[in-house]
């Protein structure tokens, strides 16, 4: 259920938002126990939102641009009043006491809150696996995760649990998920959207940004939730283009750089490199240029995003003591003992490796052999990028290097697990956006997503080549159907 088709029925008088609003609910209590995309749902304030716009409708008075659009949110994403649990114990009875800026401006657009969804414990992990409140299934295939870590939000998307859903992408959460669900999601550039109200993963790299059922949906939510705030000093003054106006804009002539070291990798699979291929030959035949360019230093993104994510957690989750808020163990016999026990009990498996990683990448004697080295590699793989961008106006790559693996596959095998954001990484550490958009399937009937990289605050030019390519292809005929 895209958005003019849920504008459709409001404005043909089919449906009231309300109704609109309590037929997903009743979706939700019914199918998602399989998909186990949602950790709440905020049901009682949806309906009285939508009675609002509703009024508003009656009244023939005007509507803001997202008027009853009902949207999910990734659990890691403080809402006012409502669990911000970050899929973990440390946070399981978390009630945020303020609504982060991203989801403040959707609601004042008119925006409809769903509910929470689930995710990888704090963000950390390609599966939505390691959740306090257990798996999210893929809805293409039960028996599948849906990515990481905003698995749940990809997930209801395209259950139809929701019209749009916030993810938070650090190395790829948005644009993985997306891919794995067949849908379409977007991580703008590192300042666009604010910060605040994110639980902070790692701080220098971590974006919130949409998963949407298709691209025009995307440019709307972005257009919403951008912008300077004053809470958020990493966040661009820079003026926010209308992103729907370009959308249909012809791109012919538009240069298309095809980053050779991604094609050529040992692990990217072979179907999931035919698919995109297919789609770069449709871009050709739509007018753009095809052209080649390397980045020699994409492949070491893995390598340095493993260094400087954890270094940053290690960082931002000492916060996390069992005094100010969150997990307090019971047994702790002084101060120090609490908090190391709190620490051990509240936090999982995969939040207290990345933890030791971080914390022994910044100890004294190793910063300057791992951290700083990563620095330098990062500015490195930004470098590779700057200059791709002498020469082409976009970057195309297979968003993963696989669709989406079984449960259980890599659970117990961190670092197979983590190759999973070979694709995605290098775009974080260089603070650039990107969108992922489904280009085909594989053998198994899985979706495969396209990566499309576009150079600093040019998320316009990259909406318009993935709506082109979009409505070109028609990839996503029928949805799974909850
Ligand atoms: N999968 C990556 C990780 O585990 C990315 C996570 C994210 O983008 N939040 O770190």
Redesign the pocket.
């Known amino acids: 259920m895209n958005f003019n088709s849920f504008r459709k029925e409001i404005v043909s008088n089919n449906a009231s938002v309300k109704e609109l609003v309590n037929d997903i609910f009743a979706k939700i209590d019914h199918k998602d126990p399989e998909i186990n995309s949602y950790i709440c749902t905020t049901k009682d304030s949806a309906i009285s939102q939508a009675e609002k716009i509703d009024k508003l409708i009656q009244n023939n008075e005007d509507l803001p641009p997202l008027a009853g659009i009902p949207i999910a949110v990734k659990d890691n994403i403080c809402t006012k009043g409502v669990a911000t649990t970050c899929a973990s114990k440390m946070l399981k009875n978390f009630v945020a006491p303020y609504e982060a800026t991203a989801s403040s401006k959707l609601w004042s657009s008119g925006g409809i809150c769903l509910g929470k969804t689930n995710?990888?414990e704090f963000?950390?992990?390609?599966s939505t696996e390691t959740s306090l409140f257990g798996v999210t299934s893929n809805p293409w295939d039960i028996n599948r995760v849906p990515g990481?870590?905003?698995g749940g939000s990809a997930a209801s998307v395209a259950a139809g649990f929701c019209a749009a859903a916030l993810g938070?992408?650090?190395?790829?959460?948005?644009r993985?998920p997306a891919s794995f669900c067949g849908v379409v999601g977007l991580k703008p550039t590192y300042g666009r959207v604010s910060r605040w109200g994110l639980v902070a993963?790692?701080s220098s790299?971590?974006q919130i940004g949409p998963i949407t059922n298709n691209v025009s949906d995307a440019a709307e939510i972005l257009y919403s939730i951008s912008g300077k705030d004053p809470f958020d000093s990493t966040c661009l003054d820079k003026t926010v283009p209308n992103y729907l106006a370009d959308l249909n804009k012809s791109i012919k002539g538009l240069k298309i750089g095809i980053i050779k070291e991604c094609f050529e990798h040992p692990g990217l699979n072979s179907e999931v490199k035919e698919s995109v291929l297919s789609g770069v030959d449709r871009f050709k035949t739509l007018g753009a240029e095809i052209i080649e360019v390397e980045c020699p230093r994409f492949n070491d993104g893995i390598a340095t995003?493993?260094v400087i994510?954890?270094s940053e957690a290690s960082a931002n989750l000492a916060r996390y003591d069992g005094v100010k808020y969150g997990y307090r163990s019971n047994d702790g016999l002084n101060l120090i003992d609490m908090t190391s026990k709190s620490r051990a009990e509240g936090f999982g498996d995969?939040v207290q490796r990345?933890i030791l990683i971080g914390t022994y990448a910044l100890s004294a004697g190793y910063t300057d052999a791992y951290y700083k080295k990563a620095q330098k590699v990062r500015t490195l793989i930004r470098n590779d990028f700057d200059n791709a961008f002498k020469k082409v106006d976009l970057l195309l790559t297979p968003t993963c290097p696989t669709t989406a693996f079984l449960k259980g596959d890599f659970i117990n095998d961190p670092l197979s697990?983590?190759l999973?954001?070979l694709l995605?990484?290098p775009v974080?550490l260089a603070g650039l956006p990107a969108i992922s958009i489904p280009c085909g399937f594989d053998t198994k009937g899985l979706p495969v997503g396209m990566q499309l990289i576009g150079n600093v605050l040019e998320e316009d030019r990259i909406l318009n080549a993935a709506n082109i390519f979009e409505i070109d292809a028609q990839v996503i005929k029928n949805r799974p159907v909850f």
């Open positions: 995710l990888d963000a950390m992990g390609s990481g870590s905003s938070s992408d650090t190395g790829g959460s948005i993985q993963f790692a790299l971590d995003y493993y994510a954890p995969e990345r697990m983590y999973s954001d995605t990484v974080n």
